[in-house]
């Protein structure tokens, strides 16, 4: 059974950062996409960055290329988004989720991590 555990999430000012992990297990990752989302109170969720398990292929919506960074480390089986010059707008839940590169949506999702940004 896939398990995925965000951590890393909190209370940061405005400008600020954060590094949001993603601990992956319950099965070879090998083909998958890793991909981060998030959900803001009252809105749908957002794709926010994806990156394969075995390449360095990534993918990142408009609204945070260049502020966000997702990155991997399969020695850990971990996911990590980099939060740069965080906003009051990018205060949402976050979310990491896998998918088979051939499926076409995401069945497995972490727990989520709250992102809070005070201004």
């Known amino acids: 059974q896939v398990q995925l555990v965000e951590s890393g999430g909190g209370l940061v000012q405005a400008g600020g950062s954060l590094r949001l992990s993603c601990a992956a297990s319950?099965?070879?990752?090998?083909?998958?996409?890793m991909s981060w989302f998030r959900q803001a109170p009252g809105k749908g969720r957002e794709f926010l960055a994806a990156?394969?398990?075995?390449?360095?292929?990534?993918n990142y919506a408009d609204s945070v290329k260049g502020r966000f960074t997702i990155s991997r480390d399969n020695t850990k089986n971990t996911v990590y988004l980099q939060l740069n010059n965080l906003q009051p707008e990018d205060t949402a839940v976050y979310y990491c989720?896998?998918?088979?590169?051939?499926?076409?949506?995401?069945?497995?999702w972490g727990q989520g991590t709250q992102v809070t940004v005070s201004s």
């Open positions: 319950g099965r070879a990752f090998t083909g998958y996409v």
């Open positions: 989720a896998a998918k088979s590169q051939l499926a076409g949506r995401y069945d497995d």
């Open positions: 990156i394969m398990w075995n390449s360095v292929i990534t």
